[in-house]
């Protein structure tokens, strides 16, 4: 009973936040986001609305009605639209930084346009479309000393973070493997989304994949070695049109090798098909790491606020032995150290890390250049080996920064 409360309270403050007083010390961080994303008010507005050191200021989407729409609904002060509105945003002084929601495809472009532009940038992940183009995107970063972080929100929950810390424990000996898996049922997505475009980024190992990937990797502090097997289910619309390349995974399996004997098995599926022509499949999110002396099985690895369980499985000479569940909507609770409240989203944990790190403090935890390169260069690997190739990479050319130029 008490843990369903929980489960109310938790939801309920986590969508309406208390409201602090905007800190007097430090002037807030003002971002604009490009686009109005359907992922913006999980992903930034919402936190914002709890940081006294974050607010929306600006909202830019193409379309006028829309943005307008949009900055109404949510309370953005200034609103830019039309052909030059991500760029306009992006020419405000007024804007420290950038939230970069657009489509995978994207991405590269506006992130270097909005880091030319001498802002932060919060950027969905996965961070481009090639790992050249990540690399690009931090180089240019780092020489503007900017702060730039790929989204990958659930990293900044003490969950996975309490996960990682009871394997490094040593508790339940070596490491042997990791399975992640990411899965929505169909319809769960229109068949217009964004995900299904392979210009603008789309595919299963793209979308979900991507946190597959990136939580096998943070999981076993490591990168795979190689690819064993990579196989995917082409994503065929109903109707296709004259021009359409089966480029785009509706799902895609893989068996990665790590060191030390490490091997990990990811799943993804945009549009798991029903079962037996009619039981529809259920989200999955969850991750299993099999150590020699036991297993942990952690379940919805990617928004645990809602809930989550860590379920500890100890094996006793060879035979099954005891099984603990464990818990860590906060910091405290995961025997971590770090700021924090039961009800915090991965977003909002996320939140107070890029805003300590734009404004000189440490954060509690990171997710650096390095890890953003090495995602998309496994991702591009696994998609060599299903024969798709990589993603189709961005045509704008960035104009030559001052230090290249010289
Ligand atoms: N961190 C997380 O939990 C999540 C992250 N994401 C990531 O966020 C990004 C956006 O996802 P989501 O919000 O679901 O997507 P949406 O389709 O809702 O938003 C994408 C935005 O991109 C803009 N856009 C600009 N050019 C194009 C174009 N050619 N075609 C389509 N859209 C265009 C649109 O802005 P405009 O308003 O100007 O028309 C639109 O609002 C993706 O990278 C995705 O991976 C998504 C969901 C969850
Ligand atoms: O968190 C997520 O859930 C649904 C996905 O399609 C999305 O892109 C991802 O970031």
């Given at each position: 009973?008490?843990?369903?409360i929980g489960f109310?309270q938790r939801v309920?403050?986590?969508?309406n936040p208390p409201i602090?007083?905007?800190?007097?010390e430090t002037?807030?961080?003002?971002?604009g986001?490009l686009g109005?994303a359907?992922i913006?008010?999980l992903?930034i507005?919402?936190?914002?609305?709890n940081?006294?050191e974050?607010v929306?200021y600006?909202?830019a989407?193409?379309?006028k009605?829309?943005?307008?729409a949009?900055a109404k609904n949510?309370?953005?002060?200034?609103?830019?639209s039309?052909?030059n509105g991500?760029q306009?945003?992006?020419d405000?002084p007024?804007?420290d930084?950038?939230?970069n929601?657009?489509?995978?495809?994207?991405?590269?472009?506006w992130?270097?346009?909005?880091?030319a532009?001498?802002?932060h940038v919060?950027?969905?992940k996965?961070?481009?479309?090639?790992a050249?183009?990540?690399?690009?995107?931090f180089?240019?970063a780092e020489?503007?000393?900017?702060v730039?972080l790929?989204?990958?929100h659930y990293r900044?929950h003490?969950?996975i973070?309490?996960?990682?810390?009871?394997?490094?424990?040593?508790?339940?000996?070596?490491?042997?493997?990791?399975?992640a898996?990411?899965?929505m049922p169909?319809g769960f997505?229109k068949?217009?989304?964004i995900?299904?475009?392979?210009?603008?980024?789309?595919?299963?190992?793209?979308?979900?994949?991507c946190?597959?990937l990136?939580?096998?990797?943070?999981m076993?502090?490591?990168?795979?070695?190689?690819?064993?097997?990579?196989?995917?289910e082409l994503?065929?619309?109903a109707s296709a049109?004259?021009?359409f390349?089966?480029n785009?995974?509706r799902?895609t399996?893989?068996?990665l090798a790590?060191p030390?004997?490490?091997?990990?098995?990811?799943?993804c599926?945009l549009?798991?098909p029903?079962s037996y022509?009619?039981i529809?499949?259920?989200?999955?999110?969850?991750?299993?790491?099999?150590l020699?002396g036991g297993v942990i099985?952690l379940?919805?690895?990617v928004?645990?606020?809602?809930y989550h369980?860590?379920k500890v499985h100890?094996?006793a000479?060879?035979?099954?032995?005891?099984?603990?569940?464990e818990?860590a909507y906060?910091f405290?609770e995961?025997?971590?150290?770090?700021?924090?409240?039961?009800?915090w989203?991965?977003?909002?944990y996320?939140?107070?890390?890029?805003?300590?790190?734009v404004k000189g403090?440490?954060p509690?935890?990171w997710?650096?250049?390095d890890d953003s390169i090495a995602?998309?260069?496994?991702i591009?690997?696994i998609?060599?080996?299903?024969?798709?190739?990589?993603r189709?990479r961005?045509e704008?050319?960035?104009?030559q920064t001052?230090q290249?130029?010289?």
């Amino acid at each position: 009973m008490s843990s369903a409360i929980g489960f109310v309270q938790r939801v309920f403050k986590a969508f309406n936040p208390p409201i602090p007083q905007p800190s007097a010390e430090t002037a807030p961080l003002k971002f604009g986001i490009l686009g109005a994303a359907a992922i913006a008010p999980l992903a930034i507005i919402t936190p914002a609305l709890n940081h006294p050191e974050a607010v929306v200021y600006a909202v830019a989407a193409r379309d006028k009605a829309k943005a307008t729409a949009f900055a109404k609904n949510y309370g953005i002060e200034r609103v830019y639209s039309g052909p030059n509105g991500y760029q306009e945003l992006l020419d405000n002084p007024e804007i420290d930084a950038i939230y970069n929601p657009l489509p995978n495809g994207l991405h590269y472009e506006w992130t270097m346009k909005a880091l030319a532009a001498g802002k932060h940038v919060l950027l969905e992940k996965p961070s481009a479309n090639t790992a050249e183009e990540t690399r690009q995107m931090f180089e240019l970063a780092e020489q503007k000393g900017l702060v730039l972080l790929e989204a990958f929100h659930y990293r900044f929950h003490p969950a996975i973070q309490r996960v990682k810390a009871i394997i490094e424990s040593g508790e339940l000996g070596k490491l042997k493997h990791i399975s992640a898996t990411m899965a929505m049922p169909r319809g769960f997505l229109k068949a217009n989304d964004i995900r299904f475009d392979y210009k603008l980024g789309g595919g299963a190992m793209m979308d979900m994949g991507c946190y597959t990937l990136n939580c096998i990797r943070y999981m076993s502090s490591s990168n795979p070695t190689s690819v064993f097997t990579a196989e995917h289910e082409l994503h065929t619309p109903a109707s296709a049109e004259a021009s359409f390349k089966p480029n785009v995974d509706r799902a895609t399996t893989a068996q990665l090798a790590l060191p030390n004997d490490v091997t990990a098995t990811l799943k993804c599926d945009l549009a798991t098909p029903v079962s037996y022509c009619i039981i529809p499949s259920l989200p999955q999110l969850s991750a299993t790491v099999t150590l020699e002396g036991g297993v942990i099985e952690l379940y919805n690895y990617v928004l645990p606020t809602v809930y989550h369980s860590i379920k500890v499985h100890t094996k006793a000479g060879g035979k099954a032995g005891k099984r603990r569940v464990e818990k860590a909507y906060t910091f405290a609770e995961g025997n971590l150290e770090g700021k924090g409240e039961a009800w915090w989203t991965t977003y909002r944990y996320q939140l107070e890390a890029f805003v300590d790190r734009v404004k000189g403090r440490t954060p509690q935890t990171w997710v650096d250049k390095d890890d953003s390169i090495a995602n998309l260069h496994w991702i591009e690997q696994i998609y060599a080996k299903t024969g798709l190739g990589s993603r189709p990479r961005s045509e704008f050319v960035p104009a030559q920064t001052e230090q290249a130029a010289e």
